[in-house]
């Protein structure tokens, strides 16, 4: 099946992010009181969204509606200020799209991170004329692991989904791509294990992204 597009997870697969994330996190979690976590457990606490991290970090005895949308807002603030300390892309990933472009693939971003912040993610990081399409979180979309987003992103690309490549890091990510009808692609230099993406049927599981432009092209 010849490859004409592929959509990409931000966060653990195209930029390391984790440590500006971590930062912002613990400063909202103190900000209340509340103790911090380790770097290592936040691979597990991010990929499903600002609402989810938070329920998944503040404590137990603190997750009513009214203290999640408080902490929401103050990480969203200090993240705000703190975003791009740290976060870089991963090596290899420039060249990766310099050479997906050149091949002429349609490429796009699909996050379960604040619309907002994917943006100025992709728009820090990469040129202007990298990705077709940018989207993250949007209240009217549902998040990943829906295949909504998906979907929408190659409807705007007009390429069916079978022709698709869904490339990310976690099993949110596999099973986004898997119910969209695109061929997934798990990468083991983000946030998660081997182990996740052969059980949530990642279609290839690689360790770098020059594997990405082998697949493609000799796919195209």
């Known amino acids: 099946m010849a490859i004409r597009g592929i959509i990409f997870d931000l966060d653990g697969t ?3 992010t984790l440590d500006d994330l971590v930062n912002a996190a613990n400063a909202t979690l103190a900000h209340y009181g509340f103790p911090g976590h380790a770097a290592a457990a936040y ?3 991010v ?6 991290l938070m329920e998944r970090i503040v404590p137990a005895s603190n997750r009513s509606p009214l203290e999640i949308t408080a902490c929401m807002e103050t990480f969203l603030q200090i993240y705000g200020k703190s975003w791009d300390l740290q976060s870089r892309p ?3 990933i420039m060249e ?3 050479q997906l472009q050149a091949a002429g693939l349609k490429l796009g971003v699909l996050s379960n991170k604040p619309h907002s912040f994917t943006q100025l993610c992709v728009n820090r990081f990469f040129s202007e004329d990298t990705f077709d399409f940018v989207y993250g979180h949007r209240e009217l979309v549902p998040k990943k692991p829906d295949p909504a987003g998906a979907l929408e992103i190659a409807a705007l690309m007009e390429i069916p989904p079978e022709h698709i490549l869904y490339v990310g890091d976690t099993a949110t990510d596999m ?4 119910k969209a009808g695109m061929f997934t692609i798990g990468v083991l230099w983000g946030f998660r294990e081997r182990m996740e993406l052969a059980e949530n049927k990642a279609g290839k599981i690689i360790s770098h992204p020059s594997e990405i432009v082998n697949h493609a092209i000799n796919k195209c």
């Open 43 to 45: 691979r597990y606490f």
């Open 90 to 92: 991963y090596p290899g």
């Open 47 to 52: 990929g499903d969204g600002l609402m989810t």
């Open 175 to 178: 099973q986004t791509g898997n």
């Open 96 to 98: 990766m799209l310099q």
């Open 14 to 16: 195209l930029l390391d």
